[in-house]
C-alpha cells in the first residue's frame, strides 16, 4: 500500500504543497480518490442555495467552483494516463480563469453536475486501476514542472478538498 507521507518532495512542485496538505499523510493511493468523492458527494448533496449563487461580485458561482473541480480533475487524469504510459512529451498547462468564463452562462443542475463528478471519478479511478508500482513512478512534465503520475490522486483529491472548504467558508 502507498501512503500520501511515502511520496518524495521531488515528485511534484512546491505549487501543490498546499493541496497535499490537506489530506491526512496516512491516505492510501488505493483509497484516495473514493474517499475524496464520497466526501463531495456529501457536501455537494447538501447544498440549499442555488449553484448560480457566488458570495461576492466577481467571485465564481457553486456550480463553476464545481465544475472547475470536474475539469482539473480530468486535465489531471489525462496527464497520470500520458505518464503512466510513459510518455515525456510536455504538456501544458491550462487557464483555470478562460474555463470558468466559458461556463458564465451555464445552469447548474444538483443532478447533473453529481452524474458528471461521479463519471468523472469512476474515469479517473479506471486510469490509475491497472497501473503498475512501477509506471506510476514514471514522471513527466505538465505545466513546466516534474510529476510523478502517482502524485496525481492525491493532487485531485487535494484540490477538490480545498474548493470544498471554500465553497463552505464562503458560500454556505
Given at each position: 500500500m502507498f501512503l500520501l507521507k511515502d511520496l518524495d518532495k521531488s515528485e511534484y512542485s512546491e505549487y501543490y504543497t498546499p493541496y497535499l496538505s490537506l489530506l491526512d499523510k496516512e491516505t492510501a493511493l488505493e483509497s484516495v480518490l473514493l474517499d475524496s468523492i464520497s466526501q463531495t458527494v456529501k457536501l455537494v448533496n447538501s447544498i440549499d442555495k442555488p449553484f448560480s449563487y457566488s458570495y461576492a461580485k466577481g467571485k465564481w458561482s457553486i456550480g463553476q467552483v464545481l465544475q472547475h473541480n470536474l475539469d482539473t480533475e480530468r486535465i489531471f487524469a489525462y496527464r497520470?494516463?500520458?505518464?503512466?504510459?510513459?510518455?515525456?512529451?510536455?504538456l501544458p498547462g491550462?487557464?483555470?480563469?478562460?474555463?470558468v468564463e466559458a461556463l458564465a452562462d451555464s445552469a447548474?443542475?444538483?443532478?447533473?453536475?453529481?452524474?458528471?463528478?461521479?463519471?468523472?471519478?469512476?474515469?479517473?479511478?479506471?486510469?490509475f486501476k491497472n497501473a503498475t508500482a512501477d509506471s506510476l513512478q514514471f514522471r513527466g512534465v505538465a505545466s513546466g514542472q516534474f510529476m510523478t503520475a502517482r502524485v496525481i490522486p492525491f493532487l485531485i483529491a487535494g484540490h477538490s478538498l480545498h474548493h470544498e472548504n471554500i465553497i463552505k467558508e464562503r458560500y454556505l
Open positions: 497520470a494516463l500520458r505518464f503512466i504510459r510513459n510518455d515525456a512529451t510536455p491550462f487557464d483555470q480563469d478562460l474555463f447548474f443542475a444538483k443532478a447533473e453536475l453529481l452524474s458528471s463528478m461521479q463519471s468523472t471519478r469512476q474515469a479517473t479511478i479506471d486510469v
